[in-house]
């Protein structure tokens, strides 16, 4: 909540609700877990309640997990981009409830990148996945409540089953708030999601990011800012990504040396990010910019059979589909 008391911890203390179980999604009950980590089943230490992981061997809640239980309750902070594991989350848990017959509640949160940027092809059936679980954009556009009353009342979950959905609504956010303006603190959704701003540079690099031939800032200190690499030639760089003059965004040239991650204890060299504008940017185009303006200054280096041939998969359900890779 605003006074940043865990909702696992209100809803155990409160003399109006049982607290029987907690659910595991990807980076864990109480975001202790790195991302793609599977998550286990265990007690929680706080509460003493068995924990359930839907982010390792089964991501959808069984008939044996949801025993007993009268009300399934959805309380995650997303961050607006198809690809964050969340929301795949959301409509395998409403699949779940609406099969085993027990009642499904959202408790709604705003959209960090607002309620009206939308930017993205709409995954092709062919690439859907857990990373792109439902026709939506790439950037949405919805909370989560707005999506999932989208899903039930579409019949895109499984069979076109739906749940007994109730949505709590919030008070007093609209569409055109960026999460500054709700006076809400920013709790990190993951670990490599720190800052308020962290959601914004997300869709600027992450579907690049899963290549793993360039850093994006995961492994040093601006996760999600950055395109490095040890070939690139930072100065290079920025002039061809500011002479694109791209609508809300400057360019500026960086050298580092990442903890973690690709290049790990390397000099790498690139660009950093830097949103001028944040209404006037198209934030997932960035990345295919940075690949066509390489693919121009250094031709021999094609990022595609530079991968390890398993990431070209992950891309192009990343993507949503495959002709962005086949058109380079």
Known sequence: DRNLQSTVDLFFHSKEIKLVALYGP????????????????????????????????????????????????????????????????????????????VEFVVLDRPNPLGGLKMEGCLTEPAFTSFVSQFPIPYVHGLTVGELATYLND??????????????IKMKGWKRKMYFDETGLPWVPSSPHIPEMDSPAFYPITGILGELYVMNIGVGYTLPFQLFAAKWINADSLAVSMNNLKLPGLIFRPIHYTPYYSVSKDSVVHGVQVHITDYKKAELSLVQFYVLQE???LWPDKNVFAMCDKSRLNMFDK???????????
Request: with cysteine; glycine share 10%.
């Open 154 to 167: 579409e019949g895109l979950l499984a069979n076109k089953i739906k749940c007994k959905l109730t949505v």
């Open 294 to 296: 390489c693919k121009k």
């Open 26 to 101: 990807e980076h864990g009950v109480r975001g202790d877990y790195g991302a793609g980590a599977s998550v286990s089943n265990f007690k929680d230490p706080e509460t003493g309640l068995p924990v359930f992981s839907i982010y390792g061997k089964t991501r959808k809640p069984t008939p044996e997990m949801l025993k007993g239980i009268d009300v399934l309750v959805y309380d995650i902070q997303d961050i607006g981009s198809r690809s964050y594991t969340f929301i795949s989350s959301l409509g395998l848990a409403m699949e779940a409830a609406a099969e085993n017959n």
């Open 318 to 328: 990343v993507c949503g589909t495959d002709k962005i890779r086949l058109e380079f």
